[in-house]
């Protein structure tokens, strides 16, 4: 299994950004996928979760700014992210479970200057 995410970058505060998660080597259509991310000296936190019928959950950070979507064909998750603070400054990474095990994508880096 292989996650790969990208999309991060550097954006001003209220600014927005949409970050994907490629995945391989999964039957990805049946998968539920996530999103977290960790900012530096805290614990990784749940952002936002999507279900193989498409049913969303989003953590308290995430609710009413961020959007997960999937798209089947393309084998992607994506989390759209709109009002930006720089609280929101993180490493963001995708996950999904196979058999019982975690497996992370590498993490894409989002800076929110104020």
């Known amino acids: 299994v292989q996650l790969q995410a990208s999309g991060g970058g550097l954006v001003q505060a209220g600014g927005s950004l949409r970050l994907s998660c490629h995945a391989s080597g999964v039957n990805f259509r049946i998968k539920d996928m996530a999103w977290y991310r960790q900012a530096p000296g805290k614990e990784r936190e749940l952002v936002a979760t999507?279900?193989?019928?498409?049913?969303?959950n989003y953590g308290d950070s995430a609710k009413g700014r961020f959007t997960i979507s999937r798209d089947n064909v393309r084998r992607t998750v994506y989390l759209q992210m709109d009002s930006l603070n720089v609280e929101d400054t993180a490493a963001y990474y995708c996950?999904?479970?196979?058999?019982?095990?975690?497996?992370w994508g590498q993490g894409t880096e989002v800076t929110v200057s104020s």
């Open positions: 999507i279900t193989s019928t498409h049913n969303t």
């Open positions: 996950k999904t479970t196979n058999w019982g095990r975690d497996f």
